[in-house]
């Protein structure tokens, strides 16, 4: 069984295990989460309509030896999840080891991808290029505040390979005219990491209504657009910073890049080949000296 870190990883692993009282309780846990579960295990049962031992039960079953634990955990998401750049700083400063910058750093990064790819599923990386390569979908790509350079990568390289790919503003005014443009069937790809950006949940909720698939990238505490995605990448992003690393997100993405383009080379390189030749019209770049 895959490693299970947070809560919600613990309550999707077990949830086919769990009686309908406790899915029903999983279900209103899922909803507002981590804050639907910081109440008292009374409050908790209320609020799902099931009893407080359908709540001591359920939590026993996710792997925790009582409700106390299961909340605590929960404290912990919550506070990591919401972390600012100076209080992340001022947690790595205080336990940063007697090393040099870049060996932790590069510790740091190197312990983030051997996560990351211990928990990334094979088949929905398959799926998700599947996706991203059917020419019949039209792409769109969104990031926030920092997230957007990312989005404006992935965004740029699938211009080149394929046609009907689209880069969207981090200007939420802008969203609803893409959104207008969006066909049941096309692809939206979210990037949302901790101190999750509002609107993000609100866009995937109304483009998954109208029947387009959303890919997020997010991190190990799951943004609240995760609810309304196909597909998920939740990616490690711990690094000695005041910042959040992006180190391992690129490293998904480009390679997402390469299987798209490998999936239809012939394709891509006439694509590459014109483009090519518009630079050269253009003369973007400099010629090497003959």
């Known amino acids: 069984m895959k490693t299970v870190n947070t809560v919600l990883d613990a309550i999707h692993a077990r949830?086919?295990?769990l009686t309908r009282a406790e899915r029903k309780l999983a279900e209103s846990l899922l909803d507002n989460y981590p804050v639907s579960g910081l109440g008292s295990?009374?409050?908790i049962a209320d609020n799902a309509g099931v009893s407080t031992p359908t709540v001591a039960r359920m939590v026993?079953?996710?792997?925790y030896k009582g409700y106390a634990e299961f909340q605590s955990?929960?404290?912990q998401e919550l506070e990591a999840s919401l972390s600012n750049p100076i209080a992340k700083h001022d947690r790595w400063?205080?336990?940063?080891p007697g090393t040099h910058i870049l060996n932790r750093f590069a510790d740091a990064v190197m312990n983030n991808m051997r996560q990351t790819l211990s928990g990334l599923d094979t088949a929905t990386f398959d799926s998700v290029v599947a996706l991203l390569s059917d020419r019949r979908r039209s792409l769109h790509f969104v990031g926030g505040r920092i997230t957007g350079a990312l989005a404006e990568y992935f965004f740029t390289h699938m211009?080149?390979?394929r046609p009907k790919s689209a880069l969207m503003s981090s200007n939420t005014s802008s969203w609803?005219?893409?959104v207008l443009n969006m066909n049941a069937g096309d692809v939206l790809v979210i990037f949302d990491i901790r101190r999750y950006e509002a609107d993000m949940a609100t866009l995937a909720q109304v483009a998954g209504a109208n029947g387009v698939e959303i890919i997020l990238f997010t991190d190990p505490w799951t943004s609240p657009v995760a609810r309304y995605a196909r597909h998920v990448f939740k990616?490690?992003?711990?690094?000695?910073?005041?910042?959040?690393?992006?180190?391992?997100?690129l490293f998904v993405v480009e390679a997402l890049i390469e299987a798209v383009q490998s999936s239809a080379w012939t394709e891509t390189r006439e694509r590459i080949n014109t483009l090519e030749g518009l630079f050269e019209q253009a003369r973007l770049f400099r010629k090497p000296r003959s």
Do not use: C, M, R, Y
Request: zero cysteines.
């Open 176 to 178: 609803p005219q893409h």
């Open 60 to 63: 026993q079953k996710l792997g």
């Open 73 to 75: 955990n929960l404290h």
């Open 93 to 96: 400063a205080s336990n940063a």
């Open 235 to 249: 990616v490690e992003i711990e690094a000695p910073s005041a910042w959040d690393s992006s180190v391992v997100t």
């Open 15 to 17: 949830f086919e295990e």
């Open 41 to 43: 295990i009374t409050t």
């Open 159 to 161: 211009q080149v390979i």
